[in-house]
């Protein structure tokens, strides 16, 4: 069956770095685009950032540009965030998402999410 499993979350001070991971199974990882969202407390989930499949361009949140970098390993099955200069208003769930469409269906995966924490 279709998995995301996101790691790497925790507990960081402001100004510090995290690596997300996010491990997927059950697809074919490379034909998809893949992204991460997150979600504070009370808010909205956003999209941070997104990595796309074939010409593996990026595009991230203007909130985190220069700050966070979204990479994948297509033989690994695997998309990173990693994130520098952390703030407090990084502090969120974060979750990893797969992507992809045909001229009929679009396929959408989700994982159950990481937190991150910044905080001193």
């Known amino acids: 069956q279709v998995q995301l499993v996101e790691s790497g979350g925790g507990l960081v001070q402001p100004g510090g770095s995290l690596r997300l991971s996010c491990a997927a199974s059950?697809?074919?990882?490379?034909?998809?685009?893949m992204r991460w969202y997150r979600q504070a407390p009370g808010k909205e989930r956003e999209l941070v950032a997104v990595?796309?499949?074939?010409?593996?361009?990026?595009n991230y949140a203007d909130s985190v540009k220069g700050r966070f970098t979204i990479s994948r390993d297509n033989a690994l099955n695997t998309v990173y965030l990693q994130m520098n200069s952390l703030k407090p208003e990084d502090t969120a769930v974060y979750y990893c998402?797969?992507?992809?469409?045909?001229?009929?269906?679009?396929?959408?995966?989700w994982g159950q999410g990481t937190q991150v924490t910044v905080s001193s």
């Open positions: 998402n797969a992507i992809t469409s045909t001229a009929r269906n679009v396929y959408e995966y």
């Open positions: 059950g697809f074919t990882f490379s034909t998809y685009h």
């Open positions: 990595i796309y499949t074939f010409t593996i361009g990026t």
